[in-house]
Every structure is written in structure tokens, then in C-alpha cells.
């Protein structure tokens, strides 16, 4: 399969090529976790540009290799691409990548994201990112967004050097800016069946008598937007605001990238809260949601993430 899809992705970058009359360097690949940090690997069109910027249409190859595996139809992709290319300047997120060398300029542009440290080995590499067990917390730059869509991209070590910036310093930045951008939240099932306006539970409101889920249930932690909401736990005060209000160290289960599960130590064993990950990665956690298979502590007294359970 392997080779028909590089195959596949091969002959239809030469065809979108010859038939939009691009230069060369104007189509390029991407896999996932490479280039901008796609959810999904995809090929890449530059399709305009404004002033500094460049509007980039990103055509998702693995659900047209599905489509051509069924059709054996290239020439109709081809020509639903292009399509889609000719409406980019409506519908495509402009990427601005001009400024990267300058710090002050991006520095309110960057954020991180959660990745499995051991399953994306190389795509981190040359990428600044600090690691706890096996997560790492990865630096990106917001490139550009439009209508819901995000284009970013990770930040190679060079940039440091470029910047002058210590590498710790950059990265609690950019952690200030995560909260910013989409703040934690807890989030109680039963209120999101029926409450459709329901946009989870500000309890780092500190002036709030918020009282979390001291049982077994634990509770959902994520963020506003609830995409790459695992990343809360990290961000600053929130492990030590939740073990305040629990009142004792936390264990920590990352069902997906999205979300966490937070528990207190009191009540439950760290083998049976592994038992539950498990199953629920085999059952219902995408594989490119997937985070750690570990059960983690945060320690209320000194502060530290730690692995509990491999």
C-alpha cells in the first residue's frame, strides 16, 4: 500500500502541475507532523499571495488516495482539485511565515501542543520541545487561521539562536499564550448532552467555591476550544489549582490529545485507572489522538509530573 500511495501522491502532483502551469516549488508534500503541523498528510499549493503572505491550499491526500483506490480515476480528482485550489482565495487559510526571524513580532503567535514523544521521534527532531515521560510538549507558531481552519507550524532549534531568546524563556512564554488563546475548562458530561450552549467549568476562577469531582469519576479537563485540550494540565497554575481544590496529589490519564482525566490520589489505584486507558484507547480513541498509554502523577508538594505507570 505504501508504495501505491507515494505512487498516487507522485503522478498527482506532476498532473495538478502541468494543468494550473505552477512553478515547480509551488506543490509540496507533507506528512503528518511535519510542515505546519497537519492533523493528516497533505499536499500543498500555493495558490496566491498578499503583500507578505501566502494563501496555501492544503489537499488531503490519504482521503483522495482512498477515493482513487475505489474510482481508479484519477483525471476526475484532478479536476475536483483544481476546483478546489481556483477557490482558495475564499476558502484557504493565509499563512503568514514572513516574520519567523523576528521575536517580537511572533512571540504572541506561539503555543504548544502535546505530542507521544517515542511514536514522533523524528519529526521532533531539530524541534524545540521539552519532554515529561513520554509526552512532549511541543512548540508551535500560529501561522494563520481562517473560518475555523489553523495552519501551523512547529519551531525548529535555529530559531533560538536567531532570536537570542533562552529556550526556557520562549517556551513559559508560549505557555502563557496557550492559556490565553483557549482557556482550561472542566467539562461534566451530563451537563454537555443537554446543554448545548454548555461551555465547561471555569474553576481557576479563584474568587469561585468551585468544588471538583472528589470520586472516582474523576474529572474532564480541557479547554474552550476542546482541541489539543490535554495540554491544560501543563499550563500555568492548573495542576496546582486542581490539587487545592482536591486536596491532595493528582493522577492523570490522557485518554486523547484532547482531554485529560483528572483524579485524586485518595481514591483511586493508578493499575485500575491504567486498565480503564487501555480499553478506552483500543475502543475509542483515534490513533492520531493518541497520546500515552502511562498514568501520571502531579505531586501537590513540589510541583512535578511525574510517571506513575508505564
Known amino acids: 500500500m505504501e508504495n501505491g500511495y507515494e505512487t498516487f501522491i507522485t503522478d498527482l502532483r506532476k498532473l495538478l502541475l502541468a494543468a494550473m502551469e505552477l ?52 483525471e476526475n480528482i484532478i479536476h475536483d482539485c483544481i476546483r478546489e485550489i481556483k477557490n482558495a482565495r475564499e476558502t484557504c487559510v493565509v499563512c503568514d511565515v514572513e516574520n519567523m526571524d ?116 474523576g474529572n474532564c479537563l480541557s479547554t474552550e476550544k476542546r482541541t489539543n485540550g490535554a495540554t491544560a494540565i501543563f499550563l500555568p497554575g492548573v495542576a496546582r489549582r486542581l490539587a487545592e481544590l482536591l486536596e491532595s496529589d493528582l493522577y492523570l490519564v490522557f485518554t486523547s490529545i484532547h482531554e485529560v482525566m483528572v483524579h485524586s490520589t485518595e481514591v483511586v489505584y493508578p493499575e485500575d485507572l491504567q486498565g480503564v486507558l487501555l480499553d478506552t484507547i483500543k475502543k475509542a480513541t483515534p490513533k492520531e489522538d493518541y497520546l500515552t498509554s502511562s498514568i501520571y502523577r502531579y505531586s501537590r508538594m513540589n510541583g512535578e509530573f511525574t510517571v506513575e505507570i508505564k
Open 102 to 217: 523576528n521575536y517580537e513580532k511572533i512571540k504572541g503567535r506561539l503555543f504548544i501542543r502535546l505530542l507521544n514523544a517515542d511514536k514522533n521521534r523524528d519529526v521532533l527532531k531539530d524541534t524545540i520541545y521539552h519532554q515529561v515521560g513520554d509526552i512532549a510538549l511541543v512548540l508551535y507558531y500560529l501561522a494563520g487561521e481562517k473560518e475555523g481552519y489553523i495552519l501551523s507550524t512547529k519551531v525548529k532549534d535555529k530559531f533560538l539562536e536567531k532570536w537570542g531568546k533562552d529556550r526556557e524563556v520562549v517556551f513559559e512564554s508560549a505557555l502563557v499564550n496557550t492559556y490565553f488563546i483557549s482557556p482550561p475548562r472542566i467539562y461534566h458530561w451530563e451537563k454537555m448532552l443537554f446543554d448545548k450552549e454548555y461551555a465547561g467549568d471555569n474553576f481557576m476562577d479563584i474568587l469561585s467555591q468551585y468544588k471538583p469531582n472528589r470520586g472516582i469519576s
Open 23 to 74: 512553478e515547480e516549488g509551488k506543490i509540496y508534500f507533507a506528512r503528518k507532523g511535519e510542515m505546519y503541523g497537519c492533523t493528516g498528510d497533505r499536499l500543498f499549493v500555493e495558490c496566491g499571495s498578499v503583500d507578505k503572505t501566502r494563501q496555501v491550499c492544503g489537499l488531503h491526500t490519504e482521503e483522495l488516495y482512498e477515493r482513487y483506490c475505489q474510482e481508479h480515476k484519477l
